[in-house]
């Protein structure tokens, strides 16, 4: 990941279009007329060695001939000729270049790539449109028509949708800070550019189009870090995989990668939509401050209340309402008697509030006024159709201030074209978002609803519990090391259930004997009946395709005659099978239990990912289900399950109590854990796992395993709690943890801050005042741990059961991991015993290990004690100081 030289790309002071030309519908004539002809105020010069004049401008012979390097190179040229510009305009200083070259070879792909690196020269392309920055009067590409300036920023992966997305945007006078074509992304990719937008001023959101990701874990960070700042919003191709490869497992089926993609945009906290149009809308939407849909009682501000003029409007607003899952507000009592005042009798009673088509502007005014009787949060959609009454703009004239004050979110929405043009402008220039029918709006608002979710689980907290031991590791292990060692690469059912059970999932009990039907009638004694007898083949797929499972068998001799008809149908029906045996389990009756399937399996691109929903022999068919990417905690595997149908069947109906959702909860973390520490398991099927009031119980469990490992924590799209940093150290008369933060530190964190006085969080790095909201909160205890890392310093409460924290230090890498920037606090009442140095040498430590090049920090000059710190520990302070009264201090890793 690297935004090095990225403003050299976006914001040049100079460009040069090698491949310029004046020959007609050529891609250098076409990029050099766009580039001399925006207005752009910094130098742009063209190269062709055969044209020593172009449009009335000296053309150069080549790169060597220009005044000076160029900022940003453009490069129209051959294929061939591409490698050789790089490593020329490198070697002068260039720092950027685009490369609209299409048909690099590999071989020519790799030579741009040896060229560019010594250099750090960063390469956008090739076989893109180019880029432009509406601000700079910049257009390099070859669009046919320029950008108008604004705060949406566009990264598209194709240049045929950028210039169609112009023209549209060109229509409707949408503006951008940026639009950007990513192309082949030989060097500059999504990751990049998310990380360049999330901290440019000029972007208030990121629009993307996205056809595929080439790092998925560079991706999550960018767009989890940027998702913090602003409204990141995108719409993804390939919803659907023609020719899927067939699966052995059902969360192979399952699990297309369109899922599996939409799990990762919700898991940064981004907005998907599914049209170009949405994402504009949703832009509009998100970008007005009064739509926010954060905070404790944002689903309190989803509630609808609809006013309008027209009844069929209000009714194509309800119908969306409930196609969109957003609920309509129910008007208090007060509300209503509010409303019989200033409405005619024959108003509509009900929301949506009808005040009638020969409403003039005050009724308008004072029905508004009426709704605020109850100061309940949500949000008010006003849709107005023109009428002969009275022109649309007096309409909108009084009722912007009303809406301006109003306790609600307001919408309006202004039916018509011509006559209510002026109306929408006013609403538009007054801060209202305005949308073109009910429909819109009530749309904008469900992708609010949506947004709002997504960025919960961004910086959700877990509640605090204590750690406990998922896994016997040995009971883990051992089944695959023999599997493997066999040859296998299913492991048979009891072994799979072992494992499982190994890691805390209850399983059904289960004997695994000899395929023979005497072997199979002792086993079902032992266990007591009625059983279950399943047939043990690693080759076989589902086994009851096949007639290889027996249900409900409450005897000795049923038990006989199926395990020998068992033994004839697999025979028949699949004669090269091996068959190792028979697998016999207590015969689980439970009448109120629902069928669930967890299941997991390696994306291409985003690692090992995690599969919840209904279970049973149907769960093909059924197709109920939802993916979501690990690490997972009870939070996040809570919202996985909730974006399932069979969620409200787990919540319980009509006689049937609730099941355990916490069990179920539980079982998915556990997996999740499972994943991260056993690289070797590469596909996992729990069908069905019966869930009721008294818990969870897997009945059957199948696993896939690989030599190879290509699963594991180090695969996973993000990074999950390194719990092999943590140690434990003697320091005074105390046994500290210095550890990692996590997630579950929020509270124990609030603790520590109020112990800290005044002074020390003036100096400190991490807070400017005692208290904090918990959104900033869960930014300092839920971090990503690819890019930022913060170690506790932890011992056990002296005065109760528990942990306290008495010291925390934090560093946060740029995306080059090039410079950490940090910061430290030490618990007021226990300064002086060095406990700030122990956690400053563990920090060191561990950036010296992933490869940080510097350690710097802006310390407040009369912080003496930092300082003398920074001293014992080997910083300098750097040439360049900041402001007055502070000294930036360096230290070399």
């Not at 960025?455 to 509640?463: A, D, G, Y």
């Not at 539980?666 to 009721?692: C, F, G, K, T, Y």
């Not at 119980?697 to 030599?707: E, G, H, Q, S």
């Amino acid at each position: 990941m690297s935004t090095r030289h990225l403003d050299s790309l976006f914001e040049p002071r100079s460009v040069a279009v090698f491949g310029a030309s004046d020959r007609p519908a050529s891609l250098g004539a076409t990029v050099w007329a766009n580039a001399a002809g925006s207005g752009f105020e910094g130098p742009v010069w063209a190269v062709n060695p055969r044209r020593p004049v172009l449009g009335g401008q000296r053309a150069y012979a080549r790169a060597a001939d220009l005044p000076e390097a160029p900022e940003l190179a453009v490069l129209c040229t051959p294929p061939d000729t591409v490698a050789k510009l790089v490593a020329e305009l490198g070697k002068r200083g260039t720092r950027a270049a685009i490369v609209m070259t299409a048909g690099l070879s590999p071989e020519q792909r790799r030579a741009v790539q040896d060229a560019a690196r010594p250099h750090l020269l960063r390469v956008l392309g090739p076989d893109c449109l180019g880029l432009l920055n509406p601000r700079l009067k910049l257009n390099a590409s070859f669009a046919h028509v320029t950008a108008a300036p604004g705060t949406l920023a566009f990264v598209s992966q194709s240049g045929a949708l950028v210039t169609a997305l112009l023209d549209w945007a060109a229509a409707r006078g949408v503006g951008f800070s940026l639009f950007a074509s990513l192309g082949e992304q030989l060097d500059v990719d999504f990751g990049d550019l998310i990380d360049h937008l999330a901290s440019d001023a000029h972007t208030r959101a990121i629009l993307l189009y996205v056809e595929t990701v080439t790092d998925a874990r560079k991706f999550m960070s960018a767009a989890r870090a940027a998702a913090r700042n602003k409204p990141v919003l995108i719409v993804k191709a390939g919803r659907t995989q023609a020719g899927q490869r067939a699966a052995a497992s059902h969360t192979g089926v399952l699990a297309t990668s369109d899922l599996v993609f939409d799990a990762a945009i919700r898991r940064a906290g981004m907005l998907r939509v599914q049209t170009l149009q949405e994402l504009f809308a949703a832009a509009e939407t998100l970008s007005h401050p009064r739509l926010s849909l954060r905070g404790p009682a944002a689903a309190e501000r989803e509630r609808l209340t609809v006013l309008t003029n027209g009844g069929g409007a209000g009714v194509l607003a309800a119908d969306a309402a409930q196609a969109a899952e957003v609920p309509l507000a129910e008007p208090s009592a007060a509300v209503y008697a509010a409303l019989d005042r200033v409405l005619p009798p024959r108003w509509s009673r009900a929301n949506p509030v009808d005040i009638v088509g020969d409403a003039p502007v005050q009724r308008y005014v004072d029905a508004i006024a009426a709704l605020h009787t109850d100061t309940s949060p949500g949000t008010l959609l006003f849709v107005h159709a023109p009428t002969a009454i009275v022109p649309a703009v007096e309409v909108a004239r009084a009722v912007i201030p009303a809406l301006q004050r109003s306790p609600l979110q307001p919408m309006t929405c202004w039916l018509g074209g011509d006559a209510v043009r002026e109306a929408r402008a006013l609403c538009h220039a007054a801060g209202l978002p305005t949308y073109d029918t009910p429909e819109d709006a009530v749309r904008a608002l469900g992708m609010l609803q949506t947004y709002r979710r997504n960025q919960e689980l961004l910086i959700q907290t877990p509640p605090a519990a204590p750690p406990e031991p998922l896994w016997h590791a040995a009971q883990v292990h051992a089944p695959i090391d023999a599997a493997l060692a066999e040859g296998r690469e299913w492991l048979t059912e009891p072994e799979a259930k072992a494992v499982l059970a190994a890691v805390g999932v209850p399983v059904v009990a289960t004997h695994s004997v000899a395929p023979d039907p005497e072997a199979a009638v002792a086993a079902a004694q032992a266990l007591g009946f009625p059983v279950a007898l399943k047939i043990v083949a690693p080759e076989l797929g589902h086994k009851s395709d096949i007639g290889g499972v027996a249900l409900d068998l409450d005897d000795a001799a049923s038990v006989r005659d199926a395990a020998t008809a068992m033994l004839r149908r697999v025979r028949e029906r699949q004669p090269g099978a091996a068959i190792t045996g028979f697998s016999v389990q207590t015969m689980v009756r439970r009448a109120r239990g629902l069928e669930l399937i967890v299941g997991a399996t390696l994306d291409p691109l985003f690692g090992p990912v995690i599969l919840f929903g209904a279970g049973g022999t149907a769960v093909e068919v059924v197709a109920d289900r939802a993916v979501a990417l690990p690490p997972l905690n009870r939070p996040l595997a809570r919202a996985l399950v909730e974006r399932t149908r069979v969620a409200r069947l787990l919540a319980g109906w009509r006689d049937v109590p609730a099941a355990d959702v916490d069990a179920v909860c539980d079982v998915l973390v556990r997996v999740s854990q499972l994943l991260a520490d056993e690289p070797r398991i590469a596909e996992l099927d729990l069908n069905p796992l019966v869930a009721d009031a008294h818990g969870v119980l897997a009945l059957d469990a199948r696993i896939r395993v690989d030599a190879r490992g290509p699963g594991g924590s180090r695969r996973f799209a993000i990074r999950p709690y390194p719990a092999d940093l943590s140690e434990t150290v003697a320091w005074q008369d105390r046994q500290l943890t210095l550890r990692p933060i996590r997630p579950e530190d929020e509270e124990q964190h609030l603790e520590f801050l109020a112990k800290l006085d005044p002074n020390d969080i003036r100096m400190r790095v991490f807070y400017s005042r005692r208290s904090i909201e918990h959104s900033e909160l869960a930014r300092l205890t839920q971090i990503d741990y690819e890019r930022e890392m913060a170690f506790l310093a932890t011992a056990p409460k002296t005065d109760g059961p528990g942990e306290e924290t008495l010291g925390v230090v934090r560093a946060l890498c740029d995306p080059d991991n090039v410079e950490a920037e940090f910061g430290i606090v030490v618990r007021s009442d226990i300064k002086g015993g060095r406990l700030g140095e122990r956690l400053m040498r563990k920090l060191i430590a561990y950036l010296k290990a992933r490869g940080t090049q510097r350690l710097v920090a802006t310390v407040l000059s009369e912080n003496r004690r930092m300082l003398d710190l920074a001293g014992r520990l080997g910083f300098d302070y750097d040439v360049e100081q900041p402001e007055p009264g502070t000294r930036r201090i360096v230290l070399t890793l």
